[in-house]
Nanobody, 117 residues
Framework: QVQLVESGGGLVQAGGSLRLSCAAS????????MGWYRQAPGKQRELVAS???????NYADSVKGRFTISTDNAKNTVHLQMNSLKPEDTAVYYC???????????WGQGTQVTVSS
């Protein structure tokens, strides 16, 4: 059974930083893509960053240069380092395997990020 537990969110001022973590069970990081998603109030959930098993990373244009995704395969954990945060980054952040996200499966509870101006 896949379980995803996100943590590290909080309230931060614009320009600040946060580091999100996602602990996963039932997934082998070394052979899976992982992604960080976010959903702001009234908006659809969107993919903001992904990392492949070959360490290829992709970012949404809105976060490129500010966010960095990384994995710790030994701990089955994926991180999202978020710098230069903006109020528009305010959302609930989730991690998932992209194929599971497409199937709308295995979402965790997410972690709230609030950026004040």
């Amino acid at each position: 059974q896949v379980q995803l537990v996100e943590s590290g969110g909080g309230l931060v001022q614009a320009g600040g930083s946060l580091r999100l973590s996602c602990a996963a069970s039932g997934i082998t990081f070394s052979i899976n893509h992982m992604g960080w998603y976010r959903q702001a109030p009234g908006k659809q959930r969107e993919l903001v960053a992904s990392i492949s098993s070959a360490d290829r990373r992709n970012y949404a244009d809105s976060v490129k240069g500010r966010f960095t995704i990384s994995t710790d395969n030994a701990k089955n954990t994926v991180h999202l380092q978020m710098n230069s945060l903006k109020p528009e980054d305010t959302a609930v952040y989730y991690c998932n395997v992209p194929i599971y996200a497409t199937l709308n499966k295995y979402w965790g509870q997410g972690t709230q990020v609030t950026v004040s101006s």
